[in-house]
Nanobody, 124 residues
Framework: QVQLRESGGGSVQAGGSLRLSCTAS????????MGWFRQAPGKEREFVAA????????YYSDSVKGRFTISRDNAKNTQYLQMNSLKPEDTAVYYC?????????????????WGQGTQVTVSS
């Protein structure tokens, strides 16, 4: 069992910044890919960003590219999402996810483990 727990969510004004963290605990593997997804009320789960186990390759949705940065610290079993220039349309519950094998960065079905989510609210 692998547990993922997000932190760092909150409420900010448009143009502000937040940094989300996700720490893995329990039974983990040396090689696992990770990502962030989000879901707003009445909308489907949406891909945000993903990062390879080594940290060498990253992927972003077009809606956040240039504003968000994903990173990870394997020594701390933690990944991060730095969110800058936030917009009201970024408002959603953000979920941390991990993929043990069969990774497809933007495909939520390829991630076996999920966190409980953290709320991000951006006001105009």
């Amino acid at each position: 069992q692998v547990q993922l727990r997000e932190s760092g969510g909150g409420s900010v004004q448009a143009g502000g910044s937040l940094r989300l963290s996700c720490t893995a605990s329990g039974r983990t593997f040396s090689r696992y890919d990770m990502g962030w997804f989000r879901q707003a009320p009445g909308k489907e789960r949406e891909f945000v960003a993903a990062i390879m186990w080594s940290g060498t390759n990253t992927y972003y949705s077009d809606s956040v590219k240039g504003r968000f940065t994903i990173s990870r610290d394997n020594a701390k079993n933690t990944q991060y999402l730095q969110m800058n220039s936030l917009k009201p349309e970024d408002t959603a519950v953000y979920y941390c996810a991990a993929s043990i094998n069969g990774w497809l960065p933007g495909d939520p079905g390829s991630y076996e483990y999920w966190g409980q989510g953290t709320q991000v609210t951006v006001s105009s």
